[in-house]
C-alpha cells in the first residue's frame, strides 16, 4: 500500500509527519487539523450514544418498579450510571480543552490529550454498555442469564473495538 513507510508509527504521530509530508503533501499544522476534525467526527458518533444510554439511565429511578430492585441490581444500576457519567464527561472534555486552548497554538497537545480521553471515554462507555445488559437482563431473566449476556456483550466490544482494529493495523503491514 504504502512501500511499509508505516509501519509502528501508528502510537508516534511524529514518525507519521514524512509519511504525511510525501503521501498527503501535507504540513504539520494541516495534519493536525485533520486529526482533530477526524476525532471531532468520531466524538460525535460516541457522544450521541453515550447520552442516549445516560439519559435512559437516568430516567430508571423515576419508574414505579424501581423501588422493587434487589440491593444487587441497584448496586449495578449505580456502577452502571457512575460510567456512563463517566464517559459522557471524558468523551465532551475535548471540546472544553479545545476552548481553553482555542487561539493559544496548542493544536498538537490537544489533539494528543483529547485522542487519550476519548480511549477512555470509549472503554467507559463500553463498561455501562455491559453493566446495563447485565442490569436488563439479570431483572428481565435472571442473574445468569445477565452475567452470560454481559459476558457476550463485553467479548463483542473487546472483538469489535479492540482485537478488529489491531489485527487491521497489523495486517496492514
Known amino acids: 500500500m504504502d512501500g511499509g513507510k508505516r509501519h509502528g508509527k501508528v502510537d508516534n504521530p511524529h514518525?507519521?509527519?514524512s509519511w504525511d509530508a510525501d503521501e498527503r503533501h501535507e504540513t504539520p499544522t494541516e495534519r493536525l487539523?485533520?486529526?482533530w476534525t477526524d476525532l471531532l467526527?468520531?466524538?460525535?458518533?460516541v457522544q450521541t450514544g453515550v447520552q442516549l444510554l445516560t439519559g435512559f439511565l437516568l430516567t430508571l429511578p423515576f419508574q414505579n418498579q424501581f423501588s422493587k430492585l434487589a440491593a444487587r441490581d441497584r448496586n449495578i444500576y449505580l456502577g452502571t450510571v457512575l460510567?456512563?457519567?463517566a464517559a459522557t464527561c471524558f468523551l465532551?472534555?475535548?471540546?472544553?480543552?479545545?476552548r481553553m486552548l482555542f487561539r493559544r497554538h496548542a493544536r498538537r497537545v490537544t489533539v494528543s490529550v483529547a485522542h487519550r480521553l476519548a480511549v477512555i471515554g470509549m472503554t467507559l462507555f463500553a463498561a455501562a454498555t455491559v453493566g446495563v445488559v447485565l442490569l436488563i437482563f439479570d431483572v428481565v431473566r435472571s442473574y445468569t442469564a445477565g452475567v452470560v449476556v454481559a459476558i457476550g456483550v463485553l467479548v463483542l466490544l473487546v472483538s469489535l473495538w479492540l482485537l478488529l482494529p489491531l489485527y487491521v493495523r497489523r495486517s496492514d503491514r
Open 92 to 98: 465532551i472534555a475535548p471540546v472544553a480543552l479545545h
Open 15 to 17: 514518525a507519521d509527519e
Open 83 to 85: 460510567a456512563a457519567v
Open 33 to 35: 487539523d485533520r486529526n
Open 41 to 45: 467526527q468520531e466524538l460525535r458518533v
